[in-house]
């Protein structure tokens, strides 16, 4: 079946108002955007606040500064990672993704990438899930953030040094360093000696 | 410090392999040295695992009222832009719009009087006590009030008085000034000046 792409959505409910169209856009993308967000805060109440912030600069603004050659949804990632790091630096803190933040909140209840039947495989992929969510939110911010743009919006490194204001090698290095640290962090979690191989 | 340079290009080239972002003259120079350098080749092996294993992050959801309300949100702001923007996109209607406009600006130009005397009325004392202190003539206020419109005279823009209507008007000034002093009239109706102060109302000059 052919799917319609983003661009022609987006036309769709410019010009002709089809807001079937935008609700196709947000059903496509609102997981991946929602995920980073929330990556990086930690805390599903303010995630909720920046999705909206993100969507409310989307509608209004779409008509002054998305420019239809970009992706649309590379555009819309530019506001929502503004906005995280706006709130991050008015936090002027990290905030660590993991229950101690948000005991209420579980954050497998809305997983959506999969199906599980078995009760206890439910678990267990929670388990090892949460555990890895935990060790990202032990990153440093700067990490996080090319860790999770990559793996949400498979972003070039070029797209993420743009997004982010450095240069390409710095984003290289960062996910070098974030895939190094955690590397790190899951062999102390299994008791295994370091094994990573410092090449020099 | 070149030596640091060549390791710091051997890290982004080993990081671009891992994620596949080289071109394929580059790769082949990565799989050789790998051939060669073992620590490199476990180096990428790890960052290929340790990638491999951020592959089972969650993706989530918002929850759905909050869905719902940007659904919402989108339709109100279009249906908003449509109703303002389908007037404004009708281009006889902007033509008329730029008519109406022009020609009110082009009668409001010829009705507003030219400029003369009267913007005097406005322009504020303190000017005014410029302009006539460095023209040499004398202003005149009233201390009832700073705030209020002051009466002012410049002695140098008053009327001209024929000298024959000048020596009229001193008579009959002083003809009354006379008659009331001779009356021993206390509450006059009538304002007595002195001549000093008389000349200087007619004249402006204080002869």
Redesign the interface.
Known sequence: MHQVDDHELVQRYRKHNDQEAFKQLLDRHQSKIYSYIYSMVGNAEIANDIFQETFTKVITKMDETYNEQGKWIAWVMRIAHNATIDYLRKKKRFVDVNAQDDPDYDFYDRLTDETLDDAQEVIEKGEAKNSLMKHISKLPKEQREVVMLRHYYEMSFKEIAELTNVSINTALGRMRYALINLRKMFDKEHGKEEKYVERR | MEKKKN??N???L???Y??D?LDPSEITLVEQAMNY?Q??L??IE??K???R???????????DN??E???E???E???Q??LFGSQWKNPGLLATAAIVIFSLMISTAYLLPAGNGDSADITPVSSEMNKAGSSGGTVITTSQSDNHSLFDFKADQGNFISPVEQAERHAAADSVHRDNTQSGVTNMQTPVMSPAFRDFQLTGTGQ
Do not use: G, H
């Open positions: 390791m710091s051997v890290d982004e080993c990081v671009k891992v994620f972002e350098d620590n490199l476990i180096e790890s960052l695992s340790t990638w294993k951020l592959k089972k992050l969650p993706e989530m959801s918002p929850p909050i869905s309300a940007v659904i949100q989108a339709r702001y279009s249906n832009q449509q």
